[in-house]
T-cell receptor, first 112, second 113 residues
Framework: DAKTTQPPSMDCAEGRAANLPCNHSTISGNEYVYWYRQIHSQGPQYIIHGLKNNETNEMASLIITEDRKSSTLILPHATLRDTAVYYC?????????????FGKGTHLIIQP | DAGITQSPRHKVTETGTPVTLRCHQTENHRYMYWYRQDPGHGLRLIHYSYGVKDTDKGEVSDGYSVSRSKTEDFLLTLESATSSQTSVYFCATQPQGMRQPQHFGDGTRLSIL
């Protein structure tokens, strides 16, 4: 049962900001939003995560709506190397071991 | 990523043979995971470990076993490989603590003929 909904694919011009949406309307109060990406043939790469405040790191920014039912991952200056499948995952965070549930993600294609 | 090495990176074997995949980490992370990835499916959890000698089943554990005799190594064994186990296998590690992300290896591509 999918807990997140993402568009299957998106295009973005190189150098522009890539904004990837995710819907998680059934998110619980103790669930965080995590973003990973997978470049062809490689293992998933962690990007960022957040609970309710906006977060930024060296890779991206994460904007979570006030009702927490959706979020947007922003890659501020997309490059060709950002072409990948991006996964939005909600995850209960209790400090223990737990598997991640991956959906189909968004295939982001950066156009030169 | 996070000092994770998977071996072998590629393997071709025949139905009915035993296969062991190894995940080695250098970060001393407590938790370790095995996933498989198939076309049309996202990554699916096979087994995970929450400490040395402590393991549990994931979503698609049938036909697989695991062992973890030391912190740095997590082994995935297919006792008698079947063609349905042809897949790309990813290992992940996670440090103990709240909100820690999982970090993934580069995968093992396994083909069973």
């Amino acid at each position: 049962d999918a807990k997140t909904t993402q568009p299957p694919s998106m295009d973005c011009a190189e150098g522009r900001a890539a904004n990837l949406p995710c819907n998680h309307s059934t998110i619980s109060g103790n669930e965080y939003v995590y973003w990973y990406r997978q470049i062809h043939s490689q293992g998933p790469q962690y990007i960022i995560h957040g609970l309710k405040n906006n977060e930024t790191n060296e890779m991206a920014s994460l904007i979570i709506t006030e009702d927490r039912k959706s979020s947007t991952l922003i890659l501020p200056h997309a490059t060709l190397r950002d072409t990948a499948v991006y996964y939005c995952i909600v995850r209960v965070v209790g400090g223990g071991a737990d598997g991640l549930t991956f959906g189909k993600g968004t295939h982001l294609i950066i156009q030169p | 990523d996070a000092g994770i090495t998977q071996s072998p990176r590629h393997k071709v074997t025949e139905t009915g043979t035993p296969v062991t995949l190894r995940c080695h980490q250098t970060e001393n992370h407590r938790y370790m995971y095995w996933y498989r990835q198939d076309p049309g499916h996202g990554l699916r959890l096979i087994h995970y470990s929450y400490g040395v000698k402590d393991t549990d089943k994931g979503e698609v554990s049938d036909g697989y076993s695991v062992s973890r005799s030391k912190t740095e190594d997590f082994l995935l064994t297919l006792e008698s490989a079947t063609s349905s186990q042809t897949s790309v296998y990813f290992c992940a590690t996670q440090p103990q603590g709240m909100r820690q992300p999982q970090h993934f290896g580069d995968g093992t591509r396994l083909s069973i003929l």
